[in-house]
């Protein structure tokens, strides 16, 4: 499992941006670009913050020959109470953040997480107009409210702004299919922390666990 320490030390010169990303439509930039792959994997029930007994922790990275470090962004996410997925780490190519939004909201989705919320930590400015965006700009992405009761590490600046204290979830799975069906996915789950599924049949990727 990659932590942020490991991740600087590779060398990785990522920032998110508020591009859309990829320009092209996402097929075309698969062709485009045959040597990117999706890599995801998984830890289960380890000690991540005080407040959670255990946790599960998921790691996606998308690699790209040519890229910094060789790849064009790293989302990490860990489950919190009830299941959701909280951000932990997100380091992306400029440009290309949304894309590996897209892809975890779909992940989560089809994993049966009840959402994706941000950071409870805190937020970038970067990754605060991401989440903006899919409340108020886009009609795929659902929110709810989360409960008051769910545990909050900076309540003054997520708790009260609206966009930031809600879950998100991406019903349709466009980009993981697409991903999935181009043989780009590779799975690592050894202790089944995900139960992938796409319009009730299971996910048939590379490399499950």
């Known amino acids: 499992m990659l ?6 030390s590779l060398g990785l010169a990522l920032a998110m941006s ?7 439509p996402l097929m075309d930039f698969l062709r485009q ?4 792959k ?6 289960a029930s380890f ?13 996606v990275v998308f690699s790209l020959p040519g890229a910094p470090g060789g790849r064009l962004g790293i989302i990490e996410v860990v489950t919190g109470p009830g299941g959701m997925w909280e951000m932990d780490t997100v380091m992306a190519v400029k440009g290309y953040g949304p894309l590996l939004y897209d892809f975890v909201l779909e992940l989560a989705t089809a994993a049966g997480a009840p959402g994706v919320l941000p950071d409870r930590s805190g937020v970038s400015e970067a990754a605060e107009y991401v989440w903006e965006h899919y409340l108020t700009s886009r009609s795929d992405v659902t929110s709810s409210p989360l409960p008051d009761t769910y545990p909050d590490f900076n309540k003054h600046t997520l708790r009260y702004r609206d966009h930031l204290d809600r879950s998100y979830r991406k019903e349709g799975l466009e980009t993981l299919r697409a991903i999935a069906e181009s043989g780009r996915l590779e799975i690592i789950d050894p202790d089944g922390v995900l139960d992938l599924e796409m319009d009730g049949s299971p996910l048939i990727t590379h490399g499950i666990g």
């Open 3 to 8: 932590t942020v320490p490991l991740l600087l």
């Open 47 to 59: 000690r991540w913050l005080p407040t959670y007994a255990s946790q599960d922790r998921v790691c």
């Open 38 to 43: 999706v890599s995801v994997s998984t830890e």
């Open 18 to 24: 508020r591009q859309s990303s990829p320009r092209v």
């Open 33 to 36: 670009h045959p040597a990117m």
